[in-house]
């Protein structure tokens, strides 16, 4: 499909209004049927109330939606949201909501719902690093039943594409504000494309054209409106003050106001009931406009007042309404993917965002580098003489204390803007958190594997550590699992602490109290017993202790003549063997078999700590 210009838009032409046509092949026709037909929303007396404040959010509401295109309108704070996310089952926890609601005459669940419904977020949060195409296909990979074939996804992907005018932006990248990618309008269609995947019978959008220009948003609603006039979904979105040909768009309107039903009805009437109740519309007035400020009149007079219940027209919802399309089959469960093929597409997504992003890869290859190169130099050739026995214990600790900092604040500030994604995909039951965790914990891997991987290369022969590739290969592996607690410690403190505000104030305390502890100001033979709990805690010590035995065993200092100890007798060096440093600072106090232990232990913990945090914390 061509790309709509402005006049185009306009004047309403150049978008192809063409119903939803069900083709393909036979597994996308099955889904098409399990599905056909627009849903019916029936409440009646909704009652909303907000836990802590004891407002009443929805005052009694009550209501039908028979198909077509819909729009939710009314004042800031006059429960339009509110009303969506009740009818959606999204409510926040702890909301009071009473009343009857029915999908096709019958209560629903918001597990029920997900299986024929879809719902567009006012936020369009998305993958920045994947085209459109490749974000519709990993959602019609996760979403779309599991017999279907890889043509099939094309198929869908396609189809939806050109539905939504979103083909000549297929090999787009989304982007972000910091990467350039497609534009805000395209934006909030591919959202759209995303929900249309599964041919849903009812779709939810709030504010659907917030932040769009007039061209972008009078082209969204003219391809909803497509959308709707088809018969196959019905369309319920909220919107605040429509311009003109938008509102013209609407089949029908329901007007709130603090939480209470204005109106209800179809919107080419509303006109004409403000007019027969003393409110013409002005000439040349935005209809949406006008009624907003009949209503801000009215309310401001009071609800006992003869302004504000002339302007009340409500069909009555009887009982019989809530059984409204009951004759139609049950509500069909979705044919989702296996937890093993969530679990596999995740990781290719996972690794394909990665790929994208090699600008940042990049970034840390080089930052290990010259870490690596400046460590390496201050301590260069650090030798076996006596003046190396404290620099080496720094440098040592130093090690670990760089690998657990650069490990942390590399994940510290993405994962958090990744909730919101998450919890989008998770409520509209693209996959499981199990699956979506473990696969991007192993996706990557490989980048949080790869900078102290080159960091130990360089920093262990500059240095002039012991020349022993089992030593070497040692050195390393504590560097990985260093880097990879940290993370790990980051990551769990991102997903309890939900915020990238929280979690920049938390992760700083907790890796200040691994450095205290980490061994080297206080070694663990002169820690007080009263901070041993404390002291667990740290993976840096546990790092710390396994390198030191690493390059302490089996070292042999020398010293000059005028730096021997003489003793009844006999000459020595202050400090001869490795192992004298070892004994004196308790640094064998564990073996290098539990220092791994213990840090694998630590990195799984943590990673089920932030697995608990995305499973539960769905806020």
Known sequence: MEEVTESE??????????????????????????????ATLVWKGLTLQAPKKKKILLDNVSGKITGGFWAIMGPSGSGK??????????????????????????????????????YVMQDDVLNAHLTVF?????????????????DDHIHKVNDVLERMGLTHTRDTIVGSPMVKGISGGERKR?????????????????EPTSGLDSVSALSLCLRLKAIADAGECTIVCTIHQPQAKIFAIFDNLVLLSKGALVYSGRADKALHHFKKIGYPCPAHENPA??????????????????????IISVEDVSAADLKIGSNRPDFVKRDSISWFRQFWVLLRRTVHEQIRKYDLLLIQVIQAIIIGVLVGTVFLKIGVDQLSVKKRQSLLFFCCINQGVFGALVVINSFPGERMLILRERAAGTYKASAYFLAKTIGEAFCQVLQP??????VYWLVGLQANALKFFGFMLFMILCNYSAVSLAVAISALGRTTDMAVTILPMALEISRL??????????????????????????????ISQIELGGLVYNCTEAQ???????????VQYGNETEADLGLSYLSIGGCYGVLLGYIIGFRIFAYLGIRFITW
């Not at 490749?134 to 890889?150: C, F, G, I, S, V």
């Not at 591919?190 to 709030?206: K, N, R």
């Not at 009949?294 to 302004?307: F, L, N, P, R, Y």
């Open 9 to 38: 838009v306009t004047s309403g032409e150049g978008i192809e209004m063409e119903p939803i046509a069900v083709v393909g092949p036979a597994h996308e026709i099955a889904l098409a049927k399990s599905n056909k037909g627009a």
């Open 81 to 118: 949201t509110s009303l969506l996310n009740t009818l959606a089952c999204r409510l926040d926890r702890g909301m009071k909501v009473s009343g009857e609601v029915s999908l096709n005459g019958r209560e629903y669940s918001r597990t029920e719902l997900k299986w024929i419904g879809g």
């Open 134 to 150: 490749e974000t519709l296909m990993y959602t019609a990979q996760l979403r779309l039943p599991r017999d279907l074939k890889h």
């Open 190 to 206: 591919l959202c759209v494309a995303m929900e249309l995947m599964t041919s849903p019978q009812l779709l939810f959008l709030d």
């Open 289 to 310: 406009d006008h009624f907003m400020d009949v209503i801000s009149q009215a309310v401001s007079a009071g609800k006992a007042s003869k302004d504000y219940s002339d």
């Open 453 to 458: 991987a080159i960091f130990s290369v360089i």
């Open 517 to 546: 502890l980490g061994g080297f100001f206080l070694p663990p033979s002169q820690l007080p017993s009263y901070f041993s709990w404390l002291d667990a805690l740290s993976y840096v010590k546990y790092a710390y202790l396994g």
């Open 564 to 574: 021997m100890v003489h003793t009844n007798g006999t000459s020595r060096c202050p």
